[in-house]
């Protein structure tokens, strides 16, 4: 499966930016869909996740900010972040647990966020 991100940029600090991930194939059966980010020097954290049954799962950070949604009809799952900090700048990557239930198997090339102070 192929995963292409969309709607990085840079946005100043208390602004919104939404993310989109296009999927190549119907992501209706995989056990899950995320975003993770990478900030410079720091080590690649999940940000969000909708399992399979819908729930949601939101790192700390970004818990009331931070929406995960997906559209079936259109392969793809999004990130509306809002309020957003400096300490937000970073690589988001979409990615998705296709088959296994722990690890995340596929993953897109990533976006650019940039949130300037």
């Known amino acids: 499966v192929q995963l292409v991100e969309s709607g990085g940029g840079l946005v100043q600090a208390g602004g919104s930016l939404k993310l989109s991930c296009a999927a190549s194939?119907?992501?209706?059966?995989?056990?899950?869909m995320g975003w993770h980010r990478q900030a410079p020097g720091k080590e690649r954290e999940l940000v969000a996740e909708?399992?399979?049954?819908?729930?949601?799962y939101y790192a700390p950070s970004v818990e009331g900010r931070f929406t995960i949604s997906r559209d079936f009809a259109k392969n793809n799952v999004s990130l509306q972040m809002t309020s957003l900090k400096s300490e937000d700048t970073a690589i988001y990557y979409c990615a998705a647990r296709t088959r296994s239930d722990f690890l995340f198997d596929a993953w897109g090339r990533g976006a650019q966020v940039t949130v300037s102070s």
């Open positions: 909708i399992r399979r049954n819908g729930r949601e």
């Open positions: 194939e119907n992501i209706f059966g995989f056990n899950a």
